[in-house]
């Protein structure tokens, strides 16, 4: 431990290597507590703060996209309230990204201090012993962006070293979690803080042919974990050891997912061959992440089938868990830690991720209460645009409580 003039403790991490795999050492997410909104009320309730209920054939197919999302409720920061005081958010054809801007500045590193709150609570050490963080989200265009703000209201070590990832889209939580294991496992004592924020308010527009699917999949949360590598402290809880990570573009498909920054926001383009796309080429990424942690090619030759894992993927819509079930013939309860943020959350961008790792945790924590045997190995994917596939190999006791 060291201490700097002020008298503030805190750890210096050195040159050397940390003890064996980075590990998620602790977790916490937030939602904004602006609006709750039912799956079923969504088309209505859009139509209706965008005065276009005459756009009767939208209005149902919005209705019909809903109905297929697999999502039962969403969280917004944006409220009627808020809609009222910007008109222009409504109207494409006056700038809004500054006002967007100006909401989202605050907002997002806000959303961020709640989730790392619990992660810090659950850590059970000092925010001043955090040595790196990475931040994550689609919602940042200005600089200092929402990592200073972030660290500020922590109250990080002003030696902290910050890293912020933008544009990533749903793949940035997987990109900062693996950014996070290599510096965790090149910097000993370093603690990496992993916080993804994420909110829709910069996309949010009138309903038009092109912007349903968008309105009716994404939501807003935020998702924090905390990374190191050995020794750890006694008050350190070792949960998930992060063993290798790789990132695979899929080749010529720049086009099928995008963002875009414009005046009035952001639009979001989400291509129907995307989940078609995803479920030819996870396979591939998973036996390269496998071969690397592995040392070999064949995950069969280590006695690991894809139905022996536990299993974190990216909640990017219900085809998309569909697809990635059929063509690794996943048991139907695989995928339900992803399943279930879907319904609760919807589509949360980098931020699920770190979700679904949360809801792992819990039923994998219940499960033992009942005595069940549980996965050791896991593995995690991430997707967004590019189209790029983060994935990593997991490692976790068979007892979550023995540790
Ligand atoms: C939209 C859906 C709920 C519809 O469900 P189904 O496909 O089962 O149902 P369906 O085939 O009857 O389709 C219902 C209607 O939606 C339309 N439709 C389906 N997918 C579409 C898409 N990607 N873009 C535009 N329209 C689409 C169909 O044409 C149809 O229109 P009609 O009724 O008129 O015939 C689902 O396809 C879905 O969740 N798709 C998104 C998956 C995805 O790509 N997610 C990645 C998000 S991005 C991400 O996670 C990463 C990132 O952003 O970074």
Redesign the pocket.
Known sequence: MTRDKAGNAYESCSMEHGDGPATVLAIGTANPSGAIVPNDEFADQVFRVTKSEHLTDLKE?LN???????IEKRHFHLTEEILRAHPEFLDSGIPSLDARMDIMETEVPKLAVSAAAKAITEWGRPATDITHLVFST?SACRAPSADLQLASLLGLHHSVCRTILSL?????GGRALHLAKDIAENNRGARVLVACSETTLPCFSMPDG?N???H???GDGAGVMIVGAGPFTISERPMFEMVSATQRTIPGTEHA???QVTGRGMD?H??????ML?GHNVERCLLDAFALAFGNDDHDGNNVTWNDLFWVV???????L?KIETVLKLEPDKLAASRHVLREYG?M??A?IVFVVDELRRRREEEADHDHQLPEWGAMLA???GITIETMVLHAPRNPKAN
């Open positions: 197919k019909r996209i809903c109905h297929k999302t697999g689609y990533h889209g749903c793949y940035g092109s349903l699917v968008g009716a999949l994404f997912l995008g963002m979001f989400v291509g129907i061959q995307v989940p995803l990216h909640p990017g819509g219900r085809p998309i569909d589509n961008s980098g699920s997707f967004g645009p």
